[in-house]
């Protein structure tokens, strides 16, 4: 064998080596390719999966909220024209829709009273822990049914409340429901985010605000960083408030009003509204809290339904007296101050509408107080025009600063409250005098009481529900073994 022989052995061998480990190579490539793309297929899959629950409950959301708007509207403006016929059938009307406005909630779903946002902060506030099972009594299919009647009744009959609050409570019910039918082998989906997202959705969907959902979020119902719950957040905010544009069109709540950037000529007017509507929200709070505290005292049906048909009388009167401008949920009112040159209004006016707000609230039924506080605020910027002789675009703009200040007593979400606002009349230029507004009033506000109203209603609700289940939980009884 000759040298040439040899090394062409030795090369062929060579060649062999490297083909085998190039190959080897080829293959380990593409087997860590191939699991790669397979914890990338499962990584979408388990995304699509957590995705899906928020996509639907959004939709419904969205789709429920633009119904419930229409009706909510509809009976609104179905008692108006009752009174603009016989203003004498306002003590008939009233009397029987807050008593069954009242029974409905009593009979059926007692935690679907008022608002709704303190219970919903309520089921977040419990979710994780030992207290998770009383988040049925504040979210559920029949909350959802029962807030709707029972506000739509009431409003009909004059009662000075909103949509917004329940529409918060109806959506975090919405994603709940979604939530509780998803199969058991489906990815965990956290509770606490379903019912964050849900409330944000609600208020998105209820003023076509989906800044102001997001903020009242990351305000007012998270305790934890954002971070957490930013996917399901967003999600749910911009395909519920799609889902209701897609139905009733984009549209503002309180259209475009003609606004001046000079707000600094005014800024005392500013202080002074921001000063005197955070006082009053705050006060109205407080006053709402201790006549709830004295209703719970009448135990007896018989008593209550007293109370509830005083209550409406208490209602119906002024409403008999000084018109529509003191019923229903105020954006007719609003509308009026901020699109008209005349901007006249009776000192008494805000007065009444907080008077009437109290009472409709406070013995029982469903009603929110975010339409009722913004137009109680905006009459109070009326006034306060009024006095200084400031018109025009200048006392727009202290009608809006009357709504947010007002609106932040009542919940202290300064933020929240100058994002919606700032949101429903589009106007970019004023965002400052609104933020600087509700800080002064949200300053103002916590010198009346330092806990808001919706805090120390989550609290109560909390307790309340927790000792009713407490109570339905019989003791086993240990029977006692004779000696003998």
Do not use: C
């Not at 380990?28 to 191939?34: A, G, M, P, Q, T």
């Not at 805090?455 to 009884?477: F, G, H, M, N």
């Amino acid at each position: 064998m000759n040298v040439e022989t040899i090394k062409f052995k030795h090369l062929r061998i060579i060649a062999k080596i490297k083909n085998h480990f190039l190959s080897q190579m080829i293959m380990e490539y593409f087997k860590e390719l191939y699991i790669a793309a397979k914890e990338a297929n499962s990584q979408f899959k388990l995304q699509f999966f957590q995705f899906l629950p928020f996509l639907l409950a959004s939709l419904i959301t969205g789709a429920v909220a633009f119904g419930y708007y229409k009706a909510f509207r509809y009976a609104e403006e179905l008692s108006f024209s009752i009174y603009e016929q016989n203003r004498l059938y306002i003590f008939l009307i009233t009397p029987i829709s807050f008593l069954l406005s009242w029974w409905l909630v009593k009979r059926y779903a007692p935690y679907s009273r008022g608002s709704g946002i303190p219970q919903v902060m309520g089921a977040i506030e419990v979710s994780g822990r030992k207290k998770n099972y009383i988040i049925k009594s504040f979210v559920s299919l029949r909350i959802i049914i029962v807030k709707i009647l029972s506000s739509i009744i009431k409003v009909f009959g004059g009662g000075v409340l909103g949509r917004e609050g329940p529409t918060i409570q109806i959506s975090s019910s919405i994603f709940v429901v979604i939530h509780k039918m998803l199969p058991s082998w489906w990815p965990h989906v956290s509770q606490k985010n379903i019912l964050i997202a849900g409330a944000a959705s609600g208020l998105a969907a209820a003023f076509n605000t989906p800044l102001g959902g997001i903020i009242f979020a990351i305000e007012e119902l998270s305790k934890f960083h954002v971070k957490h719950y930013q996917f399901s957040l967003f999600i749910g905010v911009i395909i519920a408030g799609l889902t209701a544009q897609g139905l009733g069109g984009s549209y503002l709540y309180l259209g475009y009003p003609k606004l001046t950037s000079e707000g600094w000529s005014v800024l005392y007017a500013i202080l002074i509204t921001a000063l005197l509507s955070g006082y009053l929200g705050s006060k109205t709070g407080v006053i709402m809290l201790k006549i709830m505290d004295l209703f719970s005292l009448a135990k007896s049906n018989t008593a209550q339904i007293g109370v509830v048909l005083l209550s409406a009388f208490l209602v119906a009167i002024p409403i008999y007296y000084f018109g529509t401008n003191v019923m229903g949920s105020g954006k007719e009112l609003m509308e009026s101050l901020l699109f008209n040159d005349n901007k006249q209004l009776e000192w008494y006016i805000p007065f009444v509408r907080i008077s009437n707000l109290i009472t409709s609230f406070s013995f029982g039924g469903s009603g929110g107080v975010f339409a009722p506080s913004l137009s109680s605020g905006a009459a109070i910027g009326a006034i306060v025009s009024q006095y200084f002789d400031i018109v025009g675009t200048k006392a727009n703009l202290i009608i809006l600063v009357g709504m947010t200040s007002f609106l932040t007593g009542m919940t202290r979400a300064p933020f929240t409250s100058a994002i919606i606002v700032f949101e429903m009349t589009d106007r970019h230029s004023v965002i400052f005098f609104l933020l600087f507004a509700a800080i002064i009033a949200n300053m103002i506000a916590t010198f009346v009481d330092k806990q808001s109203f919706y805090d120390r209603l989550k609290a109560k609700y909390i307790k309340d529900a927790t000792s009713s289940k407490e109570q339905k939980v019989e003791p086993k009884v240990v029977p006692i073994e004779s000696s003998q």
